[in-house]
């Protein structure tokens, strides 16, 4: 399948800190992109979904403030965590997606685990 | 490193059951997830199943997990057009990390 990287793979930073995540897809244009957090031993929680060239849509309880997406390219979304506190340690995860043939598939990236001391 | 392979694609006609395979590698995978794509939305969580489990049903959806073949399954009894999509598997291990398969799209033929 097609690859999505994420960038860093893991950022330990001080609380009050910005952290900045970023996701690129390296062989497909990603008209679309989504970013997830994850809980320690539950299931991925859609945050945002973002559209090349337009503001991301939030869903509910995520506090865009909080979380700053850019989607500037066809290649690149970044996930920008403005000052993290401990509560806001997790794993992210982006996904891709993209038109590959006749069919839109979607890609994850490796995820990025967030520690805030 | 980790690895969940699904088959890409899968055609049944309304009222048939369909059934979704994924294969995983890492065996220290504590949950196995099932979730559901539609059409330019993000990830549905369908069900999910716990690695000491062999079964779970919930509804039309019946998830069967062979933790020695390293085999998870997903059957939907009497498929509609509605469940049309891509459906994803996901493990996620004991260290919390999580690894999805590349997705089964699903058509459901009238």
């Known amino acids: 399948g097609a690859v999505v990287s994420q960038h860093p793979s893991r950022v330990i930073c001080k609380s009050g800190t910005s952290v900045k995540i970023e996701c690129r897809s390296l062989?497909?244009?990603?008209?679309?992109m989504f970013w997830y957090r994850q809980f320690p031993k539950q299931s991925l929680m859609l945050m945002a979904t973002s559209n090349e060239g337009s503001k991301a849509t939030y869903e509910q309880g995520v506090e865009k403030d909080k979380f700053l997406i850019n989607h500037a390219s066809l290649t690149l979304s970044t996930l920008t965590v403005t000052s993290a506190h401990p509560e806001d340690s997790s794993f992210y995860i982006c996904s891709a997606s993209g038109t590959s043939g006749n069919t839109d598939t979607q890609y994850f990236g490796p995820g990025t685990r967030l520690t805030v001391l | 490193g980790e690895d969940v392979e699904q088959s890409l694609f899968l055609s049944v006609r309304e009222g048939d059951s369909s059934v979704i395979n994924c294969t995983y590698t890492?065996?220290?995978?504590?949950?196995l997830y099932w979730y559901k794509q539609e059409p330019g939305a993000g990830l549905q969580l369908l069900t999910y199943?716990?690695?000491?489990?062999d079964m779970k049903q919930d509804q039309r959806l019946t998830v069967l997990l062979n933790k020695k073949d390293k085999h998870l399954s997903l059957r939907i009894a009497d498929t509609q057009t509605g469940d049309s999509a891509i459906y994803f598997c996901?493990?996620?291990?004991?260290?919390?990390?999580?690894?999805f398969g590349d997705g089964t799209t699903l058509t459901v033929k009238p």
């Open positions: 199943i716990f690695s000491n489990m």
């Open positions: 062989d497909f244009q990603a008209t679309t």
């Open positions: 996901a493990e996620i291990t004991n260290a919390g990390k999580s690894t």
């Open positions: 890492d065996s220290s995978s504590t949950y």
